[in-house]
Nanobody, 126 residues
Framework: QVQLVESGGGLVQAGGSRRLSCAAS????????MGWFRQAPGKEREFVAA????????YYADSVKGRFTISRDNAKYTVYLQMNSLKPEDTAVYYC???????????????????WGRGTQVTVSS
């Protein structure tokens, strides 16, 4: 497994931006497709975005498409989530995750991700 640590969360006003980072250690980072999920109070953990092992393919939930951008730097063992035009409904704990399969092809199912960070809180005020 790969170990993951998120950072970059905090309080931001609606309409603002925030960049989350997820630092990986352990196994070879470029072997894993990476994803971001989020969980708001009282709700299920939901898919936000994912990026393929090489960074060439990205996948987004409809709720964030056009506002969020996922990217990765394999040399730095880091995946990013740039969040723009933030809304109060984006308030959640954001989790970084590594896909189990080298054949990951865009699944939104959290069951397809085997390694998880502890999360970072993002709060968007109105």
């Amino acid at each position: 497994q790969v170990q993951l640590v998120e950072s970059g969360g905090g309080l931001v006003q609606a309409g603002g931006s925030r960049r989350l980072s997820c630092a990986a250690s352990g196994r070879t980072f470029s072997n894993y497709a990476m994803g971001w999920f989020r969980q708001a109070p009282g709700k299920e953990r939901e898919f936000v975005a994912a990026v393929s092992r090489g960074g060439g393919r990205t996948y987004y939930a409809d709720s964030v498409k056009g506002r969020f951008t996922i990217s990765r730097d394999n040399a730095k063992y880091t995946v990013y989530l740039q969040m723009n035009s933030l809304k109060p409904e984006d308030t959640a704990v954001y989790y970084c995750a590594a896909a189990d399969s080298i054949y990951y092809s865009g699944s939104y199912d959290k069951g397809d991700f085997g390694s998880w960070g502890r999360g970072t809180q993002v709060t968007v005020s109105s």
